[in-house]
Structure formats: C-alpha cells, structure tokens
C-alpha cells in the first residue's frame, strides 16, 4: 500500500479522519519451573482508521484496521466501505482536536538495552528471590515491549509518543508436607532496577508461605478490612469510569455533578484525580487515541463529585468547554491516619483477593479471599478461605485512609484503605 | 463468505518459510489468521456501525528439540532465506539461558491436508438492515417503560478465516459466530442495569431471539430496583444454564488446562481417577463437543477438535492440552491450543464447556428446596486451579421459599467456597441443557479468547455472599 493517508485524502466522501499506528516490538521468555520453556519475538503494526462523514447536521463515523499486506485498490475498497458505514450513523456532531505536533517518550532506562540480556537481567533478579526452603517460582513470564503510538487526523495532529515497559508474571508457590499453595504476581514497570524486582518477588514468596500456614478463622465475624494499594485502584477505577463523560451522556452511572458520595460520612473525604502520567507506570501518557493533550482532572473533591473527564467527543456532547482527554492513571489524596493507627485496633488485611466485586448500581462491595492477615486485637495471623462483604455507602460514609502513599502501577495514593464493619463469612 | 482470499494467496509463502527454516528446526508451524469483525450498535442518543476485534498476520512455531520459539508478524512475503535469518535472531537467547531449556517428547506431524467451511448468514444482512434493527430494538425498549433512561442494542460478529501449514500438514478452516446484547438502564427507587444476550451461527436467529426479549429485559430491571443484598450464609441453590457454565468453567475448568499440570499449578493433576464431584456429574469441553462459538475446526497448534469428557460420573478422567503441554507431559494434545490473537502465545484453553443434562425436572427442583435461591446470569469469575477456591458472581438470585420462587430478587450473589465441596454437592441435574456461546475468557489477567459454557440447572449447596 502506498500511503494511506493519501488515498483518505483523495476520497472526496470523507469530512475528516484520524489514523493510528501502534507499532510494537516484543521479546518474550516462558519459563516452568527455572526452565525456559518457550522464547518469543514480535514485530508488528497495528493501523486502525477512522473516517468522519458529516451529513444532515449530524457527524457519521466508522473505523476499520488496515493490514500491511493490503494493496491500494484494497485499501480504497475499505475506505470507501467505511465512508458508507459513517454515512448510516447519525450522530450529534463534535470537532476533532486541531493541529499539535509531538515526540514523546516515557523516561526509561531500558531504550538501549538489548532485549536478550535484558530478557536474562530479569529473569535472573526474579529467580534471585526464589530461595526459600519449600518454596518455588513455578511459573515466570516475562514481557519486553517497545511501543510507539502514532496519532494523526485531519485537524493537523502528528504526535507520537514511545513507550518501554515490561510485565512479569510470576507465580510464586510454598510446599509442605500437607498442601502446596500459590499466589500470583503481576509486576510492570518502565525503568528497569533488578533490586526491586527482587524485593517484589521475594515479598511474595513470604506471603505465600504464610498462606501455606493459613486457616479458616471463625466466622462469622464483622471487623474492618484493610485493602492494598491493588484494590483500592481497583476501587478508583470504578468510581473514575462511572464519572467519565461516556457514561454521563449515555446515562449509564448513579453519580452526578455535585453529588457528594460520601453525604453523612465520618471518615476520610475522598480527594480523586485523572492524571495522564504517573511515573514509572505504563499506563501514563501525553496524548489519548484522538490525539488530545490531557488534561489532569479532579474528579472527586472532599467525597463530591466535581468533574467528569474523557474523550473529546463525549465532552463536547457535554458541553466541557475543554475536555480532559482520556486518561489511565489515578491518584488518590492521602488521609488523615498512619498505618499504625489503622492498625491498632483488630483487621482483616486482604493480602490476596480473587477479585475485589465492586457494583455502583447494587451497593454492593466484597469479594473472595485468598490470603489475608487477621488481628484480634492480640496476635497476627494468616488466613484464608473466607468472603468479606458490605454495602458500598456504608465503605464510603465511613473510609479511613493512610497518610502514607505509595505508587502502584497507574496508582498513587494511600497505601491502606479502612473498610468499617464488613461480614467475613 | 468463502476462506480469506488474502490466506489462501499466502500457501506457497507459507510452505516455502516452513521450509527455509525446517533447515534450523526439526518441527516449524505457521498460522495464518484473517479474523473479521463487524459491530453494530445503537442506543437512545448515539449509534456506530464499524469493525470490530479483529486481526491479520502470522505466528511461526518452531522447535529445536528443547524449547519452543515463535515469531509473530504481519506479512510473509519476499526472500524467505532473509526471512528465515530474521526469525531466528528476534528469537535466539541470551547463553545463560539456552543452557537451563524444557526437553519436551516428539511432536507429532502426521500428514494432514483438509479444508473446513461453516456456512453463516451474515451477508444476508446489510450494514443499514443491522443498525436499523438495532434502533428498532432500542425504540421498543425505550417504550416499555418511562422510567427507562438508556437502552442498547449490539450486533457484533467474525468471521474466522486460519490457515495452518507445516512439513505435512495443510489446513484452512472458516466459520463465524454473531452475538446480540440487550442492555436496559433503568431509573425509578434506584439506578439499574438489566442485560439479555444472545449466540448463534445465524444473525437471522439473534434477531429473532433480541425481539423476543425486549419486554423481559426491562421487566427484569424493574424487579432489579427492588433488589435486596443477600444476607450472606450457606444455601440451597438451582443455577441456570449460566451459573452451571461458571461453575463448570471457573470453578473446575481452568484447573484443568494442562500446561498448568506441567507448571505443577494445578491441584487436578493429583486427581485423576478420583471423584471430583457427585457421582451424578458429567462435563465435557471441546471445540467438537457442541456448536457454539469456540467450535473451530482445529485448534492454534493445528490439531483437530476434540470432545473431552472431563468428568465421568463425579470422576476427573481428562484434562486439556496445547500442543506444547502435550509435549512436555507425553501425552496426545487434546486441541485446546487457543491464542488471543496471532501476536499472543498459545496456551492450552477451555472451548466449549458444559455439564451434561441429567434426569431432573426443574420444578422438581424448584420445589425440593426448603429456603434458598435460584441464580442467573454470569457476572464473572475467578479461577484459583492450584487451591481451587472460587468465586463466582451471578448478576442476580430469586429466593425460593417452600418450594417456590418468590418475588424477592437479589443482586449481586458471589457464590465462592471449595470446589471439591461444591461439585461433590450436586444432588439434581435438569433434563434440559443450554450452552451459552457469549464469553469472554482470560489466562490470568491476560490473553482473552472467546468461550462457550453452560449446561442444565443444578442443584448445589454453596456459600452465597
């Protein structure tokens, strides 16, 4: 194919259009046991186009993927499909983002590494903490990427934005003579420091020894829960997706502008911000899929809800007079405890859930535990095979957070979320 | 719509890179894949007609005796020499590591060239007949009740084009699969969500059925603002079709994928020839063993379907395998080897999984419960293959007081426990049995395939939170 910018431009059906690349180089170890079990490599090129047809007073618009393999006649063939597919759709018009030039690259330390040693660099800082008696790392995979995103429209937007990051998956594993027991272990990150790599694993080699160890406690029991930094993004990302411009013109969430979530409450009042860069996540960005800038935003001020953010059109739909852009990364103002206060009193500490269940609609919060730590108000002890749940309003009116913080993945803020009066079944 | 023109050009390509790099690795494989998406949508205020998840390029699988490697890219063509060159250094490894490889068995590569087609309807429909349906289907939604504030109505299907090509084996396959969804927002005493979907070979048999469901979805989501927390404790409990299918897929089907076997992850692997379940249960999985929407032809690693009853009569008698599991474990790949697309790798996946209908009557069932809930509808579910812990969660229940359905909803209901003791509690099978044809399924957190789960009602007794 020549250039498929070109044939867009000679298409005389077409109102505007949006292309995006997303070239992607990887290499990939597979290990069972210590073993390496398989090595992979990619190379490729993702392509996805979107053409705007203006028509009736309304804005149509249809996207396709174009292959590299794709001859002209057949790339034509596909624009043109798309101009009458954007045709039928009849939508409130928007303007796409105008003119903006960039070349960006999130900071790493790994641009000039050579994947195969850098490949072994890991794994072998991650088998540096398989060294527990009766422990094991029975399964790793480690992913390396490369990838550049290229967004460019009609409007004049040319920008592109590089990114290096690698995802570990480790499954660490405690044997005794009664029951083997593991937990997983997800771990990315953009700059590469064998020492933490290390660090992380090896605290979860700890927590799995301590699940080999756990027992049922009784229950039921109604106590507070302590959530990690893990499920309460999770958390965030509930309430961040329910406040995003979509599902406000589309009437798909319970919150509105100046709803306070947290109206009667005693605890601490939620400060929440969309951001696009958090450093050293993955997830953060300059620029989203249409190619506008984003724009931090306060969603949740003191438990009320101030903001919406997201894409450009649903903000136009909405009247944003400058819409965020959309947006990955979280962070959640710190609270007003330490941890040991939180700690004072007798807590379930989730350490493992299956999946924190949080549904805006039910009222409902909860989820399986894998592994937690009890406190009796005596002694610390691990357990499992119990369920905890709640109503939502009640988590919320009530919540205490750390003042410590920490960053986790597209996640920074408190390291410990206080949950009042759970049922642990 | 006939197999991909584009893949059925790329067959000499193929053969000739199977053969420059058969020259460095005793087995080479490549899969072609040509996947296209279509996705019709519309709802009170917004409609799109585009393509959906889709995918085009090749994944080559080699090995040299000890591990696997494979190369995934977007074209074949030219000098394959170079090519070939190219492959092998992307995938070569760091020294330390070569010396620490697996030492799988022989792969087989017994001569195979076939075929396959499945015929759909889906170029009976125009784009504007779809999104016309959809408006339609929104507009009766939306005139059901005034106190509903959104409706959607989705049409997505593929078409699924692969080519696999090794030193003997040529094969193609083509098929697709259409999925419809209702979704209702619903105002009143509270804010709701209601969703009915549906799975067919046919779009002309989604439609049918998405008209058909127009007035219940929205009476669902009026019952839903009535809907009470469950007051967590043990039950008595009937699935439905859905619930059986999460219980058969998150609860005992990934635990046993068989490369969790190899990776010494899966409690299943010390199970075999044990009751896992009551002696009244039977499960099967396969791309062969229904029709649905993992029903393929075969399988990533270019293995023929298979039917693989997992469970015989409460017995764990079988497991699932990719080809490189297989391998490792000795043992004949089962066709489970699935790939989220062809940049991902592949792993032994569930397919088409389900328990088998019993004998049971469901008002029988209904009746014999004193006090506790029947379930619908999948929420999601998390699998835990090495300590087979579960939770799974329905969207809703209905209490069943004295043998008989209330008018009491609940919502959510995560059922979770020990699988063992939620199998092995079986004690009524319906005679009627469904497969679901409409999930999504991840490995982890990662690599997401498209399954079909289901089966009758049973009755469990399980841990309701």
């Known amino acids: ?425 | 719509m006939p197999f991909s023109s584009y893949l059925n050009g790329k067959r000499k390509d193929c053969a000739e890179l199977v053969q420059a790099l058969g020259r460095y690795f005793p087995y080479v494989s490549i899969l072609g894949t040509d996947v296209r998406s279509t996705s019709v949508r519309a709802d009170k205020r917004t409609t799109a007609v585009q393509e959906g998840r889709g995918e085009c390029g090749f994944v080559v699988k080699m090995n040299d005796g000890r591990a696997f490697f494979e190369y995934s890219l977007d074209d074949i063509s030219g000098d394959k020499a170079a090519l070939a060159d190219r492959i092998r250094a992307a995938v070569a490894t760091d020294a330390a590591l070569s010396a620490r490889m697996i030492a799988p068995g022989p792969i087989d590569d017994t001569p195979m060239q076939q075929d396959f087609l499945r015929e759909t309807d889906f170029t009976d429909y125009s784009d504007a007949d779809l999104l016309k349906t959809c408006q339609e289907l929104v507009k009766e939604m939306g005139e059901k009740d005034q106190r509903v504030l959104n409706a959607f109505a989705v049409l997505q299907f593929f078409t699924c084009s692969k080519l696999f090509v090794t030193r003997n084996r040529h094969l193609s396959q083509h098929y697709g699969w259409a999925n419809g969804h209702l979704i209702v927002m619903f105002g009143g005493d509270k804010m709701v969500q209601a969703r009915h979907t549906e799975g067919a070979d046919k779009l002309s048999e989604i439609i049918s059925a998405l008209r058909a469901h127009t007035a219940s979805v929205v009476d669902l989501a009026e019952h839903l603002t009535h809907a009470t927390p469950i007051e967590p404790g043990i039950y008595d409990v009937i699935t439905d079709p859905s619930i059986t299918g999460l219980i058969a897929h998150e609860a005992f089907g990934h635990g046993v994928e068989m490369d969790q076997f190899v990776k010494d992850r899966a409690l299943a692997k010390h199970c075999m020839g044990q009751y896992v379940a009551s002696p009244i249960s039977n499960m099967h999985d396969g791309a062969a063993a229904t029709h649905s929407v993992a029903s393929y032809f075969f399988d990533d690693d270019g293995v023929l379907a298979h039917d693989t009853q997992i469970i015989k009569d409460g017995i764990l008698t079988a497991g699932l395998s990719d080809l490189a599991s297989a391998a490792q474990l000795g043992a004949a790949p089962t066709g489970n080897g699935r790939r989220d697309s062809y940049k991902r790798k592949a792993y032994a996946r569930m397919t088409n999984t389900f328990f088998e209908p019993g004998k049971d009557k469901l008002e029988d069932m209904i009746a014999s419960v004193k006090h506790g809930y029947m379930l619908f509808e999948t929420n999601n579910g998390m699998e835990d293959p090495k300590n087979w812990q579960i939770q799974c969660t329905a969207e809703y229940g209905i209490e069943i007081v004295d043998g008989k359905l209330t008018d009491h909803y609940v919502s959510p209901v995560v059922m979770s426990g020990f699988v063992p003791d939620l199998l092995k509690s079986i004690s009524m099978i319906s005679d009627q049995s469904t497969v679901i044809g409409s999930g999504m399924c991840g490995k982890g957190y990662k690599e997401w395939v498209r399954v079909a789960d289901g089966g009758p009602h049973l009755k469990v007794r399980v841990k309701l939170g």
């Open chain 1, 1 to 425: 194919m020549t250039n498929i910018i070109e044939l867009l431009k000679k298409n005389g059906g077409i109102s505007a259009w949006r292309v995006s690349e997303t070239a992607t180089k990887s290499y990939e170890l597979f290990f069972v046991h210590r073993q390496l079990e398989t090595v992979r490599a990619t190379d490729t090129l993702d392509t996805m186009v979107t053409v705007y047809v203006d028509h009736d007073g309304c804005r149509g618009d249809s996207t396709f993927a174009v292959s590299a393999a794709l001859t002209d006649a057949e790339a034509e063939e596909k624009i043109d499909a798309a101009v009458r597919r954007a045709g039928l759709v009849s939508n409130p018009p928007y303007a796409l983002p105008e003119g903006g030039t960039l070349r960006a690259e999130l900071p790493t330390n790994m641009q000039d590494e050579d994947p195969k040693a850098l490949g072994r660099k890991i794994a072998d800082a991650v088998f540096a903490a398989d060294s527990v008696p009766g422990g094991s790392i029975n399964a790793c995979e480690i992913f390396l990427y490369r990838d550049t995103l290229h967004v460019r429209n009609s409007g004049g937007v040319d920008k592109t934005q590089v990114t290096h990051r690698v995802m570990i998956e480790a499954i660490p594993t405690f044997t005794d003579e009664k029951q083997s027991v593991e937990l997983y272990e997800d771990y990315r990150f953009t700059v590469f420091d064998p020492g933490k790599i290390t660090a992380e694993i090896a605290r979860k080699m700890a927590e799995v020894r301590d699940r080999v160890i756990a027992e049922k406690p009784q229950t039921p029991l109604k106590t507070r829960v302590l959530l990690r930094p893990h499920e309460i993004r999770g958390m965030c990302e509930e309430l961040s997706w329910a406040l995003s411009y979509n599902a406000v013109y589309s009437h798909a969430t319970p919150f509105h502008l100046g709803d306070d979530l947290q109206e009667g409450g005693d605890g601490d009042r939620l400060t929440l911000t969309m951001r696009g860069v958090v450093e050293g996540s993955e997830d953060s960005a300059f620029f989203d899929e249409d190619g506008t800038a984003l724009t931090d935003t306060c969603v949740i001020d003191k438990g009320v809800v101030k903001n919406n953010h997201g894409s450009s059109r649903y903000g136009q739909y909405l009247n944003v007079e400058r819409p965020s852009g959309i947006m990955n990364c979280l962070e959640l103002n710190a609270g007003t405890v330490s941890e040991a206060e939180l700690k004072s009193a007798p807590y379930l500490e989730c350490v493992s859930l299956s999946g924190l269940q949080m549904d805006l609609f039910s009222d409902y919060i909860g989820g399986e535990i894998r592994l937690a730590y009890w406190f009796d108000g005596r002694e610390t002890r691990p357990v499992t095979g119990i369920t905890m749940s709640g109503k939502l309003s009640d988590v919320m009116k009530h919540l205490r957070l750390s003042r410590e913080t920490v960053v986790d993945g597209a996640y920074q803020g408190p390291a410990l979320l206080l949950m009042p009066e759970m049922t642990v079944l």
